[in-house]
């Protein structure tokens, strides 16, 4: 029987302790409602007292100044504003993206600021954070905290036009900056007695470095046989190491390997010739050249491709490869971004160039 009694006095004393504890969580939550978040932290210990101590009024704030906790969680204060003194109790406006900035770490106090993200150059120029600037009337930028992010004023452009268009090829128009797309007339390329004379083109006139491919066509207006000429390149006179020298150290090429008929770039080029650069980059082939003497690569499968030169003096009809001079590099690799406008390239030709596709190495013979 007593040890009946003795269980329920167990019982009830767990209750009523455990009740005692929950009204005074209740009762420390109501001075300090955020008290758990904060008490655990040895940064705020340092200068907080809990249970929070409030008065029974919110402070009277400046007009446009807003309410907001204080460091510790606890108390209606009002937000510092720029320039105002700041510590871990007295918090900064974050609503205006202010931000209390210490002169070093052992600053007791600091002072609100704004923080600003970082400026953007490019090409010289200085840009502030979120500036919008233009590279040129085709192309629209904004400076986004040290790096900026472009766009096209002129999409029309990346849309080349289908179906019946023949030879689609942007022109430039008399008094707008926007480019826009002239297709060939399928009834005026060639009469309707016209009989199609076009010779295959002939080989590249450089084994390395800048050369000149030539043929026979009639496929103009007056049907009339003229001479085309293309600019190509098999190989460059000075070849870049088949693996780019920042993977040397991991990529070890195997003897007997070296001699490789056809590589592509690993690192985007531009197309050059005198004074004019192509406006895209490209990842041109080139056929093999570091193979022994009696093995000679060549191209077995090329293709004819049109590409936009953007140059710094006019360059027009027969004499707009008089710049190529033969032996020249026709690829040049991208160190910097390419600004038509910047760099004074402002006059665009479109050049046929052999595109190769495939190469093939043969012994010579004996």
């Not at 109501?30 to 008290?35: E, G, I, R, S």
């Not at 085709?138 to 905290?145: E, I, L, S, V, Y």
């Not at 190491?241 to 001699?259: D, F, Q, S, W």
């Not at 499968?301 to 590099?329: Q, Y």
């Amino acid at each position: 029987m007593g040890q009946r009694k003795t269980g329920e006095m167990i019982v009830w004393i767990t209750v009523i302790i455990a009740t005692i504890g929950w009204h005074v969580e209740c009762y420390i939550e109501d001075l300090c409602p955020n008290c758990n978040l904060y008490q655990d932290s040895a940064e705020v210990r340092s200068h907080c007292a809990y249970p929070c101590q409030c008065t029974n009024r919110d402070p009277v704030c400046e007009p446009g100044v807003p309410h907001t906790r204080d460091g510790c969680g606890c108390c209606p204060v009002c937000a510092r504003q720029e320039g105002d003194p700041c510590d871990g109790i007295a918090v900064c406006d974050q609503r205006k993206g202010l931000v209390c900035q210490y002169d070093d770490y052992y600053s007791p106090a600091g002072i609100c600021r704004v923080v600003k993200g970082l400026p953007c150059t490019v090409y010289n120029k200085t840009y502030d954070n979120g500036e919008t600037f233009r590279l040129d009337c085709r192309t629209q930028c904004t400076c986004q905290n040290g790096t900026y992010a472009c766009a096209s004023l002129c999409p029309q452009e990346n849309i080349s036009p289908q179906g019946l268009c023949r030879h689609p090829r942007l022109v430039e128009v008399p008094g707008q900056c926007c480019r826009e797309w002239m297709c060939d007339n399928v009834n005026m390329e060639r009469p309707p007695n016209c009989e199609a004379l076009v010779t295959p083109w002939s080989e590249c006139s450089s084994q390395c470095g800048l050369g000149l491919s030539r043929r026979m066509s009639n496929a103009n207006e007056a049907c009339k046989p003229n001479n085309e000429t293309r600019l190509c390149q098999i190989r460059p006179c000075h070849s870049p190491p088949l693996v780019n020298a920042k993977y040397a150290r991991h990529h070890h090429i195997r003897k007997g390997h070296e001699c490789k008929a056809t590589i592509k770039s690993m690192a985007p080029m531009r197309l050059k010739f005198g004074d004019c650069r192509s406006r895209k980059t490209f990842h041109p082939k080139r056929c093999g050249g570091a193979c022994p003497a009696h093995v000679e690569c060549a191209p077995e499968l090329s293709t004819t491709v049109k590409v936009e030169f953007l140059c710094r003096s006019p360059v027009e009809g027969h004499d707009r490869l008089d710049g190529a001079v033969p032996g020249d590099d026709l690829w040049e690799p991208v160190h910097r971004p390419f600004s038509a406008t910047a760099d004074d390239y402002v006059h665009s030709v479109y050049v046929d160039v052999e595109w190769i596709v495939k190469c093939t190495c043969r012994r010579h013979a004996d």
